[in-house]
């Protein structure tokens, strides 16, 4: 089974400076996605960025960028130029990319990351 | 209109009673699936629905149901509560590749 860890219950950054998170995963599988999910206060789940396994390119959606580590097993959340609307719980999230034909599906999640932003 | 609806948003229940979350979908997707979420957690499944035929424990479905009704509803059952149920309930729907979230029900067990 896969497992999801964020070794980070909290982090602190000023307004306008910039901040990761960690996320570090344990698979047997090559092929996955992986994902960093905000949860705002009003606790909606909203899906901050991605990145597929096969892609050696780090994805990026304007001031969030991830450094995926493969082989390391790491997937770190970059936030740039943190905002107070940053302020939120973040989760990283695991899933194999075996879709089909059955066997387990749905995310496996790491407990959180609880993000302030200091204005 | 939210592409993920589940109701009730919130809930106040006693414990013993039976409890239907419910969720529909209009994002035309087959996969849905039921999670949990308690506080320092993270989110665990539940269920979780390849089609209308196939359903699926997750990792921690003792004390729930499931039912799915049409491709677009799913539906989690706690046919008795109890307190350690209060939770956020979350449904997500997919196809390929991330989930799609609806806005949680909060469910409290007195």
């Known amino acids: 089974a896969q497992t999801v860890t964020q070794s980070q219950p909290e982090m602190s950054v000023q307004e306008a400076e910039t901040v990761t998170l960690s996320c570090t995963y344990d698979t047997s599988e090559s092929d996955y996605y992986l994902f960093w999910y905000k949860q705002p206060p009003s606790r909606q789940m909203i899906l901050v960025i991605r990145?597929?396994?096969?892609?050696?390119q780090n994805a990026t959606e304007n001031r969030f960028s991830v450094n995926f580590q493969k082989a390391a097993k790491s997937f770190s959340l970059k936030i740039s130029d943190s905002q107070l609307g940053d302020a939120a719980m973040y989760f990283c999230?695991?899933?194999?990319?075996?879709?089909?034909?059955?066997?387990?599906?749905?995310?496996?999640f790491g407990k959180g990351t609880h993000l302030i932003i200091q204005p | 209109d939210a592409d993920v609806t589940q109701t009730p948003r919130n809930r106040i229940t006693k414990t013993g009673k039976r409890i239907m979350l419910e969720c529909s979908q209009t994002k035309g997707h087959d996969r849905m699936y039921w999670y949990r979420q308690d506080p320092g957690l993270g989110l665990q499944l539940i269920y979780y629905s390849f089609d209308v035929k196939d359903i699926n424990k997750g990792e921690i479905s003792d004390g729930y149901s499931v039912s799915r009704q049409a491709q677009a509803k799913f539906s989690l059952s706690l046919e008795s509560a109890i307190p350690n149920q209060t939770a956020l309930y979350f449904c997500?729907?997919?196809?390929?590749?991330?989930?799609?979230f609806g806005n949680g029900t909060r469910l409290t067990v007195t």
């Open positions: 999230a695991y899933r194999s990319a075996r879709l089909v034909g059955g066997g387990a599906d749905g995310l496996t």
């Open positions: 990145q597929e396994a096969y892609k050696q």
């Open positions: 997500a729907t997919s196809d390929n590749s991330p989930l799609h």
